[in-house]
Nanobody, 126 residues
Framework: VQLQASGGGLVQAGGSLRLSCAAS????????MGWFRQPPGKEREFVAA????????NYADSVKGRFSVSRDNNLNTLYLQMNSLKPEDTAVYYC????????????????????WGQGTQVTVSS
C-alpha cells in the first residue's frame, strides 16, 4: 500500500486542522493504521491509531480529548481531526499502515507499522 498524507499547514494556537491520508490499493480496509509525528529536533512519537474496522482507537496522552482519528474504508482514507492545537503540536505528521492480518489493533509502537507515507508539516503559532 502507498500512503499520501495531506492537510497540514500553519494555524494559530487554539485552531483546528484535519489531516488526511489517502491509501492506494484495494486492501486499505484490512490495515490497522496510525499517525505519528516528529517535532523539530526530536524523535518521532506516536499520536493516534485505529484498527482496521475502526473498533479500536488509541491516543497519546498529550493529544487525548483534542485529537480524533477516524477512517473511511470506502474512500481508502485515514483522518486525524486536530482541535485546540498548541505550539507543541508543531511537527511533521506521518501516517502508517500495519499489515498484520491476524487481529485488529491500534498500536503505539512504530515498529509494527510496515508502510509509511511522506509527512505533512503542521505548524502552530502562539
Amino acid at each position: 500500500v502507498q500512503l499520501q498524507a495531506s492537510g497540514g499547514g500553519l494555524v494559530q494556537a487554539g485552531g483546528s486542522l484535519r489531516l488526511s491520508c489517502a491509501a492506494s490499493g484495494r486492501t486499505f480496509g484490512t490495515y490497522n493504521m496510525g499517525w505519528f509525528r516528529q517535532p523539530p529536533g526530536k524523535e518521532r512519537e506516536f499520536v493516534a491509531a485505529i484498527s482496521w474496522n475502526g473498533g479500536l482507537t488509541n491516543y497519546a496522552d498529550s493529544v487525548k480529548g483534542r485529537f480524533s482519528v477516524s477512517r473511511d474504508n470506502n474512500l481508502n482514507t485515514l483522518y486525524l481531526q486536530m482541535n485546540s492545537l498548541k505550539p507543541e503540536d508543531t511537527a511533521v505528521y506521518y501516517c502508517a499502515a500495519d499489515s498484520n492480518r491476524y487481529f485488529g489493533r491500534a498500536s503505539a509502537r512504530s515498529d509494527v507499522y510496515d508502510h509509511w507515507g511522506q509527512g505533512t508539516q503542521v505548524t502552530v503559532s502562539s
